[in-house]
């Protein structure tokens, strides 16, 4: 008799993405459950968004008047509050804990729970974050745009087509960092301890994504190696965008970079994954 | 019958790195790490046909878990091949994860923050399970396991015994035709372990699944394998019928016999000095006679005590299987069970 054969099984495409979106789903309802914990997080981003505007109106205070009025780094004042404004209300929106979670998973030999199952991991943990964006947008973003819009006055984009490629900027920057967060969590295969590398990486990021302050206040070397890096398009390029102060050719290239950025990283993500699973020892043995 | 899995030489290798003592040590492994290679598993061997349910047991770091890793497509071998149903788990993760189902004992494959029902609901989607498949499955863990009583609770809250309950069918609910149980009965209490073993012998015989079960408690053994691999300091030390292994010549049965009245243990091997028996004495009355069912009966001795004395009661125990592999991890195999290596 032949030797007992198991059918070699693929998953049709369009079933591919019902049950990817049903992780998507499963994720928002986790989330959902847990929507207590956001309600201090409503303040906090507040409080920052408050403290980080006193901070620049007291800078611009400080700058003797000119003619055109007083302008940083290329903005005025409103337009620097705007800018502070929408880069938190973009970060509440993308931020998450993909990282930390796979991680813990990957040190606490969880992962094989994952890897025993017919699906792609990272796709996975994308739709997962997916979902989780989709509730924060919801019930963490749109709250805090409700107290945050009126507190501080803050106005639409100079034309209206650019809520959409503002929109448009800011999910493609929420997949660069899911990417960026999935390689940080794949480090766990090689190091013992990454609770150091994600801490880092975490304030790394706020600084060279442009959420505490705009590139252009900088030296023009870290402008340039800004630009040269995918962080920019997590924030300073969307804000940019509703700024206005990316037009035409500059807003396509801005946005094909971000999508260029997402994809490669993407990728990266992909090759560390298999190499890791590969080789890596797990937990638990 | 040709073999559903087929493990061929399969070894494991781990590397670690070894710390150096003290400050100096310290500052040395920054720059030079010291690797030590762990052999976990090596050279292991073996087949099983479809159908049968092995016990794999060793003591701990024996190298269980790792076979069982590769086995899943979780690990993948240093050297040697792993073959199920023709496919390489490690190589064909995904199509082959879609045939096997998988319990570890210490873990959970249900989503920790939802109710149970969601995530039976999202494992039917992750494996392709038709409508009437999956209610007639639900329906069948209902009867036995009695999920569902609490399939709408969040797993979160569910009992050690009850989420047990619910990852044995979540490990079947696509019908695979291989089932890896990694400690099943751990932590639980003498009702659930019970449960547990009494549905996975309804789950051979009805679904007819093959099954690898490790284990600590050999009583999960007993009750449900026939045949054992015992692995040891990575290597098969044993493969063949439990049976076997606890009626090996090297173990010995024990008959304990209560006389109504008091006897020597003198007087009684003096009765059965043509038997190779031993006689072990608890007081006047009770007396137990060690003998290897190789070398003589129960019959034998009793006809020879009967002659001469009255009997008030008797007791014959098989050895527990505890001391038989206890014996083994300790002193190796017996004389006469090497012939069930391969």
């Not at chain 1, 198991?6 to 049903?22: F, H, K, N, Q, V």
């Not at chain 2, 091997?269 to 038997?275: C, F, G, I, K, P």
Request: aromatic share 10%; glycine share 8%; with cysteine.
């Amino acid at each position: 008799m032949s030797e007992l054969v198991l059918a070699p099984w693929r998953r049709a495409p369009g079933a591919s993405l019902r049950l990817y979106l049903g992780f998507a789903r499963l994720a928002f309802l986790k989330y959902l459950a847990y929507r207590l914990r956001y309600y201090t997080g409503v303040v906090s981003y507040t409080i920052f968004v408050t403290g980080n505007a006193y901070l620049f109106r007291a800078l611009f205070a400080s700058r003797p008047e000119t003619a055109g009025g007083v302008e940083i780094g290329g903005f005025t004042l409103p337009e620097m509050i705007t800018y502070i404004a929408v880069s938190w209300i973009g970060r509440s929106f993308m931020f998450n804990n993909i990282d930390r979670t796979l991680a813990h998973q990957i040190q606490q030999g969880e992962i094989a729970m994952q890897l025993i199952k017919p699906f792609h991991v990272q796709t996975v943990t994308m739709f997962e974050a997916a979902g989780e964006a989709g509730f924060r947008l919801l019930l963490f973003t749109l709250p805090i745009m409700i107290v945050v819009v009126p507190l501080f006055d803050i106005g639409g984009p100079p034309r209206a087509a650019l809520y959409g490629w503002t929109l448009l900027s800011f999910l493609l920057g929420m997949v660069i960092n899911c990417q960026l967060n999935f390689l940080v969590g794949c480090l766990a295969f090689y190091l013992k301890n990454i609770d150091g590398v994600i801490r880092a990486k975490a304030i790394t990021l706020d600084f060279l994504a442009g959420v505490l302050v705009p590139f252009s206040f900088f030296p023009g070397w870290v402008q340039t190696l800004a630009a040269w890096l995918p962080f920019q398009g997590l924030s300073y390029v969307p804000v940019m965008i509703y700024l206005g102060k990316r037009a035409g050719p500059d807003l396509a290239s801005a946005l094909l970079v971000q999508a260029a950025w997402a994809i490669g990283l993407f990728l990266a993500g992909r090759l560390l994954w298999a190499r890791a699973v590969r080789s890596v020892t797990l937990q638990g043995g | 019958m040709a073999p559903l899995i087929t493990v061929d030489r399969l070894t494991k290798d781990y590397r670690l790195t070894v710390r150096r003592e003290g400050v100096k040590g310290g500052i040395v492994d920054l720059v030079r790490p010291r690797k030590r290679i762990l052999r976990a598993v090596d050279e292991v061997s073996f087949t099983i046909d479809p159908g049968e349910m092995v016990g794999y047991i060793g003591a701990n770091g024996a190298g269980k878990s790792t076979t069982i890793k590769v086995l899943t497509g979780i690990l993948t071998p240093t050297s040697g091949e792993v073959r199920v149903g023709g496919l390489v788990p490690y190589r064909q993760r995904q199509s082959y994860t879609r045939h096997i189902g998988v319990v570890f004992g210490q873990r959970t494959q249900l989503w920790w923050d939802l109710a149970v029902v969601e995530s039976f609901r999202l494992l039917q989607r992750i494996f392709e399970v038709p409508e009437d498949r999956y209610r007639s499955q639900m329906a069948f863990f209902a009867e036995l396991l009695g999920i569902d009583e609490f399939l709408n609770q969040p797993v979160r809250k569910l009992s050690l015994g009850q989420r047990m309950r619910c990852d044995l069918a979540a490990a079947l609910v696509h019908e695979p035709r291989v089932l890896f149980l990694d400690e099943p009965t751990i932590g639980l209490d003498v009702v659930a372990k019970e449960n547990v073993r009494g549905f996975l012998r309804r789950a051979r015989d009805t679904l007819g699944v093959t099954v690898i079960l490790t284990t600590h408690d050999l009583g999960d053994i007993e009750q449900l394998c026939r045949r054992v691999i015992i692995i040891d300091h990575g290597k098969v030390l044993y493969d063949g019928l439990l049976e076997d292994l606890r009626r090996g010549p090297g173990h010995r049965l024990r008959l304990c016999l209560d006389l109504a009245e008091p006897v020597t243990a003198a007087a009684l091997a003096a009765a059965t000095r043509d038997l190779p028996v031993q006689w072990e004495s608890d007081g006047a009355h009770r007396h137990c006679a060690l003998f290897s069912r190789a070398e003589t009966t129960a019959a034998a001795i009793l006809s020879r005590v009967l002659a001469a004395h009255r009997l008030r009661d008797m007791a014959l125990t098989e050895p527990a299987i505890e001391d038989v592999v206890r014996r083994i991890y300790r002193e190796g195999l017996q004389p006469g069970q090497e012939a069930n290596l391969e």
